[in-house]
């Protein structure tokens, strides 16, 4: 009986604000991290540009920062990082403002603990500092406008220019752009296929640009522009000359593990539907913004990466259709029953098991693994 009492008294809201605060220091920490050490992808991402070549896929972000440090003189670490900052902080500040006053319960918050889900980020520290988060504040900041009935026309357009400007920056914002069109058609249960062109319009336009005229990453002469203004990456997207699907046909064994991650998190989001209204219409959306990221999983080795970036704008989407409250610390109490025994195995399950970026598709190395088996395996080695 006192077991019960405990868990019918465990308020979900705070869990949620611990973990959002956990998880917003630790990938800014991280994030400074590689930074300072000239990481290859982290830091170098950001850093490509159009003075080596020209026009390029993710260039613009590089010749921003150039110029930054043109009329600054800081370093290119400080300036990519500060920008880093703001935008990992502001998509973790939207997100508390867009369920702050929401009813949270235990299966949504078993969403963020899916180790894909913001637990993905504690339990593969490579996620951190990448573009995508220009991408999950984007959507953040415009679910929390349409969740208030305060995203008007003016916003819209200015939402579509912001997603063109992404696509520059991360040619990744294309392949998830239909996660926009899904927050609207939730938001007012129609469909409006002319609205939505717009969004898709938006990246698309620039993406073909990429294609018809963008030129390598490294034209040749990036690194040496690099070390001119202080920055000396050894690896990363700079060095990189994988031919992608020849290494996925390689380490097959590796990659048909993702399956096992996938079809666990089919069976949570779809476990979550299942309390859902309209949740027929939602299945198919979802499946269908999966499948228009098909691309990037046959282009590109980070299946891992693709799938947590589904994940974390699922778990967004799905906190705009949850009941609204009169407290910041609102939620509502367990009730033991089958619904909450099958919650908490998948909470369980969630974290046992990790989801490399690349690679390695499955492990029981999850958190539950780094916190308690890692250390004492440290420990005796030492």
Not at 129 to 143: A, M, N, R
Request: hydrophobic share 50%; net charge positive.
């Amino acid at each position: 009986m006192r077991i019960e009492k405990l868990v019918q008294h465990f308020n979900s809201k705070i869990f949620i604000y611990f973990l959002i605060a956990v998880t917003a220091i630790y990938t800014l920490a991280f994030t400074l991290a590689f930074n300072l050490k000239d990481d290859g992808y982290i830091l170098a991402d950001w850093l490509i540009n159009y003075e080596d070549g020209g026009f390029k896929r993710r260039g613009l972000s590089g010749s921003f920062f150039f110029i930054i440090q043109d009329i600054t003189g800081f370093s290119l670490n400080y300036i990519v990082y500060f920008f880093q900052f703001i935008i990992i902080s502001l998509f973790f500040w939207c997100y508390t403002k867009l369920i702050r006053y929401k009813v949270i319960d235990l299966l949504y918050l078993s969403l963020l603990l899916s180790s894909i889900g913001f637990v993905g980020l504690l339990n593969t520290v490579t996620y951190v500092g990448k573009k995508e988060f220009i991408v999950f504040l984007l959507f953040t900041y415009f679910v929390y406008l349409l969740d208030n009935d305060k995203l008007s026309k003016y916003k819209e357009y200015l939402f579509c220019l912001f997603l063109f400007i992404s696509t520059l920056l991360h040619e990744v914002t294309l392949f998830y752009v239909p996660y926009f069109a899904i927050a609207l058609y939730v938001k007012n249960g129609k469909l409006e296929v002319r609205r939505y062109i717009k969004y898709f319009l938006a990246v698309i336009i620039p993406a073909a640009a990429i294609v018809v005229f963008g030129k390598n990453v490294n034209e040749g002469m990036s690194l040496e522009i690099l070390s001119k203004r202080g920055v000396h990456p050894t690896y990363g997207i700079f060095y990189w000359n994988i031919d992608e699907r020849q290494y996925i046909k390689e380490h097959l064994n590796e990659y048909l593990l993702y399956f096992i991650s996938l079809g666990i998190s089919i069976f949570h989001i779809g476990y979550y539907l299942k309390y859902l209204n309209g949740r027929k219409i939602l299945y198919i959306l979802l499946i269908g913004a999966f499948i228009f990221s098909f691309p990037l999983f046959y282009l590109a080795i980070d299946w891992g990466r693709w799938m947590y970036i589904h994940m974390i704008l699922i778990i967004v989407l799905f906190a705009m259709m949850l009941k609204k409250g009169d407290s910041i610390y609102v939620y509502e109490p367990i009730t033991i029953n089958r619904k909450f025994y099958i919650t908490i195995a998948i909470i369980l399950l969630s974290l046992l098991y990790r989801v490399e970026m690349s690679g390695s598709g499955f492990t029981f190395e999850g958190i539950l693994y780094r916190l308690f088996v890692a250390p004492m395996e440290l420990l005796n080695k030492m």
